[in-house]
């Protein structure tokens, strides 16, 4: 740019003086177009270092320098991308150009990127007295990037549910504030990169990875993750990820684990009874490990390791098979209700899911199935606490079977439009043989459950989907606590 800039002046300098009319006048037009000439010089370095700057992401100008970094957007993407965000390009999920995957895509010279997902959610359910209608701000959730480098980049997750935080006794927000990522990635190949120690969801299952509302069609989460797995479920956690060949990547993290005990903190100085983490009735829906000012209450740590592959041979096939071990699920200093110590106990989990889209079709299929293994049932505090009807066996499972068909309604309401009718049939035994503990064994029922949902998703765009379904909810208990319902939803993901 500063040769062309020279030449063109050099080139004006000569047409000028070759119009001069004396000595004089040459002298006086050269000294002008000199100066001239100094000024554009001077223009074309500062541009350069601009343009360098640019280049390099940093997009401030002059006056604002010294202030915070602007956004900026690229259309380019960088050749390594996490786990989560090359399994997603691989499983065919639905993701906006240039935009993360809920804070995990990568944009070069990007400096801050902020995405959002949310659900809000309407309707009647079922209760006691009869049907019950309402309105649920289910979740809104913030997902900050910062690419500190091109191979460094920073990610987190905040959430806010159902509506905020209750301050005062008569203020009527009932919610919380959940930050269920936050992490430092180092990407150094394909093959293999690092997340830092930090908080990040387990990687375990398809939806526990990629909850948001536009990965599922019905209302309410997948009911295999209402629990069995216990979704969304995040630890203190550090992970390595990347691919092993192409169309199947790994990812393997230590974390925090499980814990057998239903609260937030360390067990009752007093002695008194404690509410298990695992349970016949709630699955592991209690158990997750708290990640918040040392309070967990064991020292065993949890590994887990989930392989995503998109096979060649079966096109429109999609899958994952994860495993989750911990040696132990016991809080120290547990005991049973009658006071004798409980020891150790391991738990195994286990999950495979696929999706599969029929191609040049629009059907849809996908099925998951869950197993989670108990070591030892008897040191479990659900066998211990005195309810013999919240009892563990050996082992609490379940799957899921899901059929689906994508409509396209461009040539009927606007282009790019699509509504997906969809069926799904959930099946969970939480109170299997091998129980074994001090409590009477006098299950309800309840633990095993059926569940029928029918409904439909309508797409505006990939980010934005209405949801209806209806619900029928079995177990057999004969006073069974699950409930029918007839709910919609709005969900967004950008």
Request: hydrophobic share 35%.
């Amino acid at each position: 740019m500063k040769l062309l800039l020279t030449g063109c002046c050099a080139l004006f300098v000569v047409v000028n003086l070759s119009f001069a009319e004396s000595s004089d006048q040459q002298t006086a037009v050269n000294a002008e177009l000199l100066k001239e000439l100094k000024a554009l010089e001077t223009k074309v370095a500062s541009l350069e270092k601009r343009l360098e700057r640019y280049e390099n992401g940093d997009v401030r100008s002059e006056k604002t320098a010294a202030a915070a970094t602007i956004k900026k957007s690229s259309d380019k993407a960088p050749v390594i991308a996490d786990e989560n965000t090359t399994v997603a390009a691989a499983e065919g999920i639905a993701t906006s150009p240039g935009k993360p995957l809920f804070g995990l895509g990568y944009r070069s010279h990007a400096v801050l990127s902020i995405g959002a997902y949310g659900e809000l959610k309407f309707g009647g359910q079922e209760a006691p007295g009869g049907w019950k209608d309402g309105f649920d701000a289910q979740r809104i959730v913030l997902l900050p990037t910062y690419q500190i480098t091109d191979n460094i980049i920073f990610n987190a997750e905040i959430e806010f549910e159902h509506g905020g935080i209750a301050d005062d006794a008569d203020d009527k927000l009932t919610g919380a504030v959940e930050l269920e990522q936050a992490y430092v990635d180092f990407l150094f190949n394909e093959h293999f990169n690092w997340r830092s120690p930090g908080v990040d969801v387990v990687p375990f299952g398809f939806i526990n990875l990629f909850h948001e509302p536009t990965q599922f069609y019905s209302v309410n989460r997948p009911e295999l993750d209402d629990g069995l797995i216990p979704t969304t479920w995040f630890e203190g956690s550090t992970s390595i990820y990347g691919k092993i060949i192409n169309n199947l990547n790994y990812q393997f993290q230590i974390n925090t684990g499980l814990e057998d005990i239903g609260q937030n903190g360390s067990l009752p100085d007093d002695g008194s009874p404690y509410e298990g983490g695992i349970s016949g009735t709630e699955a592991l829906g209690l158990a997750r490990t708290p990640i918040g000012d040392f309070n967990q209450t064991k020292n065993a740590p949890g590994f887990a390791l989930r392989l995503s592959y998109t096979p060649p041979f079966v096109p429109g096939l999609n899958g994952s098979s994860s495993v989750f071990f911990t040696p132990n699920v016991t809080p120290r200093g547990a005991y049973g209700d009658d006071g004798h110590s409980l020891g150790h106990n391991s738990v195994t989990m286990l999950d495979t899911e696929v999706r599969y889209r029929v191609p040049r079709t629009g059907f849809e299929f996908r099925g998951e199935v869950v197993d989670v293994i108990i070591g030892t049932p008897s040191n479990l505090r659900a066998n211990n606490d005195g309810d013999p009807e919240n009892n563990v066996g050996k082992n609490l499972w379940g799957f899921s079977l899901e059929a689906a068909y994508h409509i396209d309604l461009s040539d009927y309401v606007h282009n790019g439009w699509e509504l997906v009718p969809f069926y799904r049939y959930t099946y969970e035994n939480l109170q299997t043989g091998g129980f074994a503990g001090i409590d009477e064994n006098l299950p309800t029922g309840q633990g095993q459950r059926q569940f029928h949902t029918l409904g439909m998703a309508l797409f505006p765009t990939p980010q934005v989907v209405l949801k209806v379904d209806y619900q029928f909810a079995l177990d057999n208990a004969p006073d069974s606590p699950r409930a029918d319902h007839l709910l919609g939803a709005v969900g967004f993901f950008f």
